[in-house]
C-alpha cells in the first residue's frame, strides 16, 4: 500500500507547486501591469495638469495657511459670520433632505415595480429595472446644470437633480432589500382581496422598513456633500456662498473659513447622528 | 374568565392600532407640513414666474435637431448658406444643398410644401401652403409686407422686422438682412464637415467605392476627417472621457493603497496602543468631514486645473473612507489564520501578507471597485470645478448656451461612460469575490 501510496505524493506535490507557481506568476504580472498603468497614468495626468505634482506639493498647504491666518486675525467677527451663512446651510440641509424624501418615495415604488414576484406587471420589470440604471447612470450635476438653464440658480434645480439619482440609487438597493421579504404577508393579503398598493403598504413595507430607513439616512449623508456641491455651480446654499467668498480672495477669507466650520461640523454631526440611528435600525431588526 | 380575558386583549389590541395609526398619520403630516415649509423656503411661487419656459424648448429642439441659415445681405446682394451659421459649415459660394436653388431669384425649399424666393431688389415671396403667397419688400428703411391689418398668429410684423414661423422653418427680414433657417432631424456635420472630401458620402460608399480624396486612401482619410471634426472635436471629446476615466481609476486605486497600510494602525487587533489608533481614526475622520468640494478647493489652488487635481482630490477624500472600511474589516478577520502563520516563525510582515490579506482582499476588492464605479460620476462633477475631463466641457458647452446638440452629445457620452464603469466593476467584482470565495 505505501508502495502504490508514495509516488503520487511526489506527483501532487510537483502540480501543486507547478500550480502555485504559475499563480504566483500572474499575480506578480497583474501586480506588473496595474503598477504600470498607475504610474503612466499619473505620468498623463501630470503632464495634462496646469501645475506639475512636485511644484505644486509644497504650495498645498498655502491656501489653508492664507485662510486660517486671515481667519485668526478676525477670530472675532467669527461667531457673527456663523451666524450669517446658518441660513444657507439650513437652504443646503433642506435641498438634501427633500431630495432624499422625494427619491426615497420614489425610489420605494420603483422598487416594488421592479420585484419579480411584487410587481403589478411582470413583464415591464425589466424595463424599470433598466430605467433605474439610467436614473442612477446620470450624474446630478448635467441634470442640475440643465434646470438652471431653464429655472435659474436656486434650490429647486439641485432638489429635482439629486432627488432623480437619489431615486435611482435608491431604488436598486430597495429592490435588493425587498426582494428578500416574507411573502406570506402578501398572500394573506391578497386573499382577502387588498389591491396592489395595499398589500405592498401593509405586506412588504412593515418587514422591511428599518432597512429602508437605515439606507435612506446613509443617502441623506451623501446627499447632504451633493447639495454643498451642487450649490458650488449656482444651485444655491452654501456651496454657493462658498464659491462667492473664494472668488473675492484675500480680504473674504473671514467669510471662507466659517462657511468652512458649517460645512464641516454639519457634515460630521450628521455623519454620526445617521451612523448612531443606523446602528440602532440594524440591532433592532436582528433582536 | 376566558371572556374576560379575551376583552382585555382586544382593547389592548385596538388601543396599540390606534397608538399605531396615530403615529403613522403624524409621521405623514410631519413630512407633509416639512414639505409645505421647503417649498415656502424655496420660493417654488416666485421661481414659476421667474422660469423661462421658452428655454427649455430651445434645449428641447436643439438637442435633436440641426438648422441651415440662408443669409441674405440687403446692402451687397450677398447669399450665404451655412449650416448652424458656423464657419466650418458654409458652403462655397455657387454651391448649395439641393433644397436650394441659385440664380437670380434663390429659391429655398422651407419643407412641408412652403418654398420661399428671395427675389432682386430685396423682396421675398413665400407660398405658404393653406394661406398663399405673401410678399415681403424693403422699402427705403422698412419692410412692408402683405399680410394685412390683423395678421395671422405665426406672423410677427412692425415696420423694422416681419417674422413668419412655418413648421419646420423660419424666414426674418429686416433692413439689414433676410435670413432664413431650416429645421432638420439630427446632428450634422457630426461624421465630416464641410471642407472634408467624404461628407455627404455614406459608409458604404466611403467603404468601397471609388478614392474620393487622391491623397488619401478612403477609410483612413475618413477616420482622420472624423477624428479631427473641427464642429465636433472628436479627438478632445475622446481626451476628454479618458481623463475622467484616469482621475476616478487615479483616485480610487491611489486611496486604497494610502489606506491600506493605515487602516492597519487603526485597527484594535493590530494596534493595541489606544492613542495611536484614536488618533488615525480621528484622522481618517477628518479627511470624510471635510468634503471632496473643500479638498478640490484646496489642492486646485496647489496644482492649478487638470486631471491630477481632480485624481488627488479623489484620492485624499477616499483616503478617508478606505481608512474606516479597511480598518473594520480588519477588525472582524479571523485570528486563527494569523496564529497558524506566527506559529512557522513568520514576522509581521509576513503574517500580514499571508494571515491577513487573503482574508480581507475580497471585501476591500469588492469595496474598490463599487467606489470606482461611483467615483466615475464625481470625477464629472470635481472635474466641472476644477476644470478637467468631460465635466469641464460640459460645463463651457452649456455656458455657451446654444451648442445644446453638443451638451446633448456630451451627456450621452456620460451615460455610456458610467455604465460601461459600472458594468466593469461588476464583471471584476463578480470574478474576484467568486475566486475569494474558492470556487
Redesign the interface.
Known amino acids: 500500500m505505501t508502495d502504490l501510496a508514495s509516488p503520487p505524493t511526489g506527483a501532487i506535490r510537483d502540480s501543486y507547486m507547478a500550480e502555485l507557481r504559475r499563480r504566483r506568476l500572474y499575480g506578480g504580472l497583474a501586480l506588473l501591469v496595474?503598477a504600470a498603468?498607475?504610474a503612466a497614468?499619473?505620468r498623463?495626468?501630470?503632464d495634462?495638469?496646469?501645475?506639475?505634482?512636485l511644484d505644486?506639493?509644497h504650495?498645498?498647504g498655502?491656501?489653508?495657511a492664507m485662510v486660517l491666518s486671515e481667519a485668526w486675525e478676525k477670530r472675532a467677527q467669527l461667531p457673527a459670520k456663523l451666524l450669517e451663512y446658518l441660513p444657507d446651510l439650513v437652504?443646503t440641509l433642506?435641498i438634501a433632505?427633500?431630495s432624499t424624501?422625494a427619491g426615497a418615495l420614489a425610489g420605494t415604488v420603483l422598487a416594488f415595480l421592479s420585484i419579480p414576484g411584487l410587481a403589478p406587471w411582470p413583464r415591464m420589470v425589466p424595463l424599470f429595472r433598466r430605467l433605474m440604471?439610467?436614473m442612477?447612470?446620470?450624474?446630478?450635476?448635467?441634470i442640475a446644470?440643465?434646470l438652471i438653464?431653464?429655472?435659474?440658480g436656486?434650490?429647486?434645480p439641485a432638489?429635482i437633480a439629486i432627488a432623480f439619482h437619489t431615486a435611482g440609487a435608491l431604488g436598486k438597493l430597495f429592490s435588493e432589500v425587498a426582494e428578500n421579504a416574507d411573502a406570506k404577508p402578501v398572500e394573506g393579503l391578497a386573499s382577502v382581496g387588498a389591491a396592489w398598493g395595499q398589500r405592498m403598504a401593509l405586506g412588504v413595507l412593515p418587514q422591511v422598513a428599518p432597512n429602508f430607513l437605515s439606507y435612506a439616512l446613509l443617502r441623506f449623508e451623501i446627499n447632504v456633500?451633493a447639495s454643498?456641491?451642487l450649490g458650488?455651480?449656482g444651485a444655491g446654499g452654501i456651496?454657493y456662498e462658498?464659491k462667492n467668498a473664494?472668488a473675492w480672495g484675500p480680504g473674504r477669507f473671514g467669510d471662507a473659513a466659517a462657511i468652512?466650520v458649517l460645512?464641516?461640523g454639519a457634515?460630521?454631526a450628521f455623519?454620526q447622528l445617521s451612523g448612531h440611528v443606523r446602528r440602532r435600525l440594524v440591532e433592532g431588526t436582528r433582536t | 374568565m376566558t371572556a374576560i380575558d379575551a376583552g382585555d386583549l382586544r382593547a389592548s389590541a385596538s388601543r396599540l392600532f390606534r397608538r399605531k395609526q396615530l403615529a403613522g398619520f403624524g409621521l405623514l403630516a410631519g413630512v407633509v407640513l416639512y414639505l409645505a415649509y421647503a417649498a415656502f423656503a424655496f420660493d417654488i411661487a416666485g421661481l414659476m414666474g421667474r422660469a423661462r419656459w421658452e428655454n427649455a424648448a430651445v434645449l428641447a429642439s436643439d438637442s435633436w435637431s440641426y438648422k441651415t441659415h440662408v443669409e441674405r445681405q440687403h446692402r451687397s446682394g450677398e447669399i450665404e448658406i451655412a449650416i448652424e451659421g458656423e464657419r466650418r459649415g458654409t458652403y462655397p459660394p455657387g454651391e448649395a444643398p439641393d433644397w436650394i436653388g441659385l440664380g437670380d431669384a434663390v429659391t429655398v425649399d422651407l419643407g412641408h410644401g412652403a418654398v420661399a424666393r428671395l427675389l432682386p431688389g430685396n423682396v421675398t415671396e413665400i407660398d405658404i401652403p393653406d394661406y398663399g403667397t405673401a410678399r415681403l419688400a424693403l422699402e427705403g428703411r422698412d419692410i412692408s409686407n402683405d399680410f394685412g391689418d390683423v395678421p395671422p398668429g405665426w406672423v410677427s410684423a412692425s415696420d423694422k422686422r416681419v417674422m413668419v414661423t412655418l413648421p419646420g422653418a423660419r424666414v426674418t427680414m429686416t433692413p439689414a438682412r433676410t435670413e432664413i433657417f431650416r429645421y432638420f432631424f439630427g446632428w450634422d456635420l457630426f461624421w465630416f464637415t464641410l471642407d472634408s472630401p467624404y461628407y455627404g458620402h455614406g459608409p458604404g460608399e466611403i467603404l468601397f467605392g471609388p478614392r474620393l480624396d487622391p491623397e488619401r486612401g478612403n477609410i483612413a482619410g475618413a477616420a482622420q476627417d472624423w477624428w479631427t471634426n473641427a464642429v465636433w472635436h472628436h479627438k478632445d471629446v475622446a481626451w476628454a472621457i479618458c481623463e475622467t476615466i484616469l482621475m476616478a481609476f487615479l483616485g480610487t486605486f491611489g486611496a486604497a493603497l494610502v489606506a491600506l497600510p493605515l487602516a492597519f494602525l487603526a485597527a484594535r487587533n493590530f494596534t493595541p496602543v489606544w492613542l495611536v489608533r484614536g488618533l488615525f481614526r480621528r484622522v481618517f475622520d477628518f479627511i470624510r468631514g471635510v468634503d471632496s468640494l473643500i479638498w478640490t478647493i484646496v489642492l486646485a489652488r496647489a496644482f492649478g486645473p487638470g486631471p491630477l487635481t481632480g485624481a488627488l482630490a479623489i484620492l485624499v477624500t477616499d483616503a478617508g473612507t478606505f481608512g474606516k472600511v479597511f480598518s473594520e474589516a480588519l477588525e472582524n478577520i479571523d485570528g486563527k489564520q494569523v496564529e497558524g502563520i506566527r506559529s512557522t516563525g513568520a514576522n509581521g510582515l509576513q503574517r500580514a501578507r499571508f494571515g491577513v490579506l487573503p482574508q480581507i482582499v475580497p471585501v476591500l476588492a469588492s469595496q474598490v471597485l463599487y467606489f470606482l464605479e461611483s467615483n466615475t460620476r464625481s470625477a464629472t462633477i470635481i472635474g466641472a470645478i476644477t476644470g478637467g475631463g468631460i465635466g469641464l466641457l460640459l460645463t463651457q458647452a452649456m455656458q455657451t448656451q446654444k451648442d445644446w446638440e453638443e451638451v446633448a452629445y456630451y451627456i450621452v457620452l456620460i451615460v455610456l461612460m458610467v455604465m460601461a464603469m459600472d458594468w466593469l466593476s461588476g464583471k471584476l467584482r463578480a470574478a474576484l469575490i467568486g475566486r475569494g470565495r474558492g470556487h
Open positions: 496595474f498603468l498607475m497614468g499619473f498623463t495626468a501630470n495634462r495638469n496646469a501645475g506639475g505634482f505644486g506639493l504650495r498645498v498655502d491656501y489653508p437652504e433642506n433632505a427633500v424624501l440604471d439610467l442612477r447612470a446620470i450624474p446630478e450635476i448635467v446644470l440643465m438653464f431653464v429655472l435659474g436656486g434650490p429647486v432638489v456633500r454643498a456641491i458650488f455651480v456651496g462658498l473664494m468652512f460645512l464641516f457634515i460630521v455623519d
